[in-house]
């Protein structure tokens, strides 16, 4: 089993910035891919952006050239830093991963809320 744990969500303005941190425990050498999922309040959980621990990224077109994700292997850890946030980035940001045994693993989720 792996538990995500996700912090650093919060209130910005918009075009503002803000980092996001998961931190997994447990089996976390089965873990090939984790990333960032997303749902706003009324919409389906959506991708942010991913990446596997051999190092290649995945990223929503409508995050790419803001967001950057980052991903320590070792440490089990998955940041994502986002810059100019807009009113509809607003969510509940889902840190996630997936196993080799393609078992898929979600922390609780930390609000974003971009709003002047």
């Known amino acids: 089993q792996v538990q995500f744990v996700e912090s650093g969500g919060g209130l910005v303005q918009p075009g503002g910035s803000l980092t996001l941190s998961c931190a997994a425990s447990?089996?976390?050498?089965?873990?090939?891919?984790m990333g960032w999922y997303r749902q706003a309040p009324g919409k389906q959980r959506e991708l942010v952006a991913t990446?596997?621990?051999?190092?290649?990224?995945n990223y929503a077109d409508f995050v790419k050239d803001r967001f950057i994700i980052s991903r320590d292997n070792a440490k089990g850890t998955v940041n994502l830093f986002m810059f100019n946030l807009k009113p509809e980035d607003t969510a509940v940001y889902y840190c996630?991963?997936?196993?080799?045994?393609?078992?898929?693993?979600w922390g609780k989720g930390t609000l974003v809320t971009v709003s002047s």
């Open positions: 990446k596997t621990n051999g190092g290649m990224e």
């Open positions: 447990g089996s976390i050498d089965s873990i090939y891919i």
């Open positions: 996630t991963g997936r196993s080799r045994a393609n078992n898929d693993y």
